[in-house]
């Protein structure tokens, strides 16, 4: 029989710690639904969407039931859809959309990730046309998500599509202000994009994957801050170990739920990304985890550290549980969407400049922050070009998701309801970079790109 | 296939009868059965063989929670692969 105690350890995770499986996300292939009719193409993703993923929805709570975990999302992802325009010259991207949306309906997914280009070393035919369409895509469908990675390690940063993405993140603020600002909270803007990453808004499904795979994202900060509040005197290493050891348990969940809907759908199993991804349910919060580690507030000094040690030890606990990790595993620290580190910037104590030095040690990057409305499209650009130099250099994944709240200012809250959250509009500084944003061209790769 | 049964809660009479009841009703069959009274609380861990069940999982797993809140107890049926997979190597 099994011991009582890890039963009992089990059920308290799930009911009590806030523990889930985040999303299971199918990720298929598009790319033989190319072809030069953008409305051919679309029939063609319609119908390979909704084939492949038929039974997504059905299989998840199917498993829900089965193992009395919870699993929030089911979604979506797809080949970034810069690559079917770019066969159909001259096709409305937004046709494009509004299929996926379509699609998104008919299967009952949360959400289809992947209206997405590839641009850091350049634009190729389809990208911009797409870039252009994201914002009155994104006004016009409910559940896709949008990404544009625009720098890696080995391409380095292009400052063109860094330049532009200012723009388009205004524009998509702009065409969905009605929505409460959504557009550019479902739109990201990455450096050294992962192609097999399960989380929203940068999931797609990249080039080099199988036609279609399952990935699994797992969460937990409920259950890392419940296990390290029993050790208020460890040590960091002692800390460090407890944070491995429930990371562990955690991912073996995910590799469990991942390889029974694999076999279940009768696709591979891809991933399991080892995230502690934070909602705004209380009990569920990163900053609360580095509060926990002994921080009067999560932004002060201290934080990067404690946030380093933090996002290692859960990569270091679950890679040992699952035969294969990937996407982001670590720690995310989107603001709107975790109950402390909304606290803690309405107190000020979490600034933009503190977050942007977090990114540099959490698995992702500036998330779900809300800046004033009035911030100039090159200031944008620049904090992008910011992370996507953090990225570039650290050699890991960076991202950007601001949302512009046209019409407030600082210190005025947004809410966006459900698992977005709600934010407060954070400062900015207000000195121009207009004139580096303008230069355009590219920062080349760095000096560490050239292994081989 | 094995699923593991939790009971727990303040005591009361028959909640062994009730809960193997349900069990016997879907034809799943008792395998092992721990059971301690701390106290006033009650919990009680059980161990059935899911094989052959006469209906679907989930009509077990939705009978046992109704039982739950009828009696006011926290009842929660899991498959054993979830205890397996997150507590041994």
Known sequence: MLNTSDILETIRMIQDECLDIRTITMGISLLDCCGEDMNRVCEKVYDKITTRAEKLVAVGEQIETEYGIPIINKRISITPAAMLCAAAKGGDPVLLARTLQRAAETTGVNFIGGFSALVHKGFSAGDEALIRAIPQALSETTNLCASVNVGSTKAGINMDAVKLMGDVILEAAELSREQNFMGPAKLVVLCNAPEDNPFMAGAFHGVGEPDCEIHVGVSGPGVVRSAIEKYPDATMDKLADIIKRTAFKITRMGQLVGTRASAMLGVPFGIVDLSLAPTPAVGDSVAHILEGMGLSVCGMHGTTAALAMLNDAVKKGGVMASSSVGGLSGAFIPVSEDAGMIDAAVSGVLTLEKLEAMTAVCSVGLDMIVIPGDTPSSTISAIIADEAAIGMVNNKTTAVRVIPAIGKKEGDMLDFGGLFGSGPVMPIRRESAEKLIARGGRIPAPMHSVKN | ?89
């Not at chain 2, 296939?1 to 799943?28: F, R």
């Open chain 2, 1 to 89: 296939m094995k699923a593991v049964i939790t009971v727990i809660g303040h005591d009361t009479v028959g909640i062994l009868h009730k809960v193997s009841g349900i069990c016997a009703e879907c034809n799943a069959n008792v395998t092992e059965v721990t059971q301690s009274v701390l106290q006033d609380l009650f919990a009680m861990f059980m161990l059935v063989d899911i094989r052959n069940l006469n209906c679907d999982f989930s009509e077990l797993s939705a009978k046992l929670s109704a039982l739950g809140k009828e009696l006011d107890l926290s009842i929660h049926a899991m498959h054993e692969d979830i205890f397996n997979s997150m507590h041994r190597i």
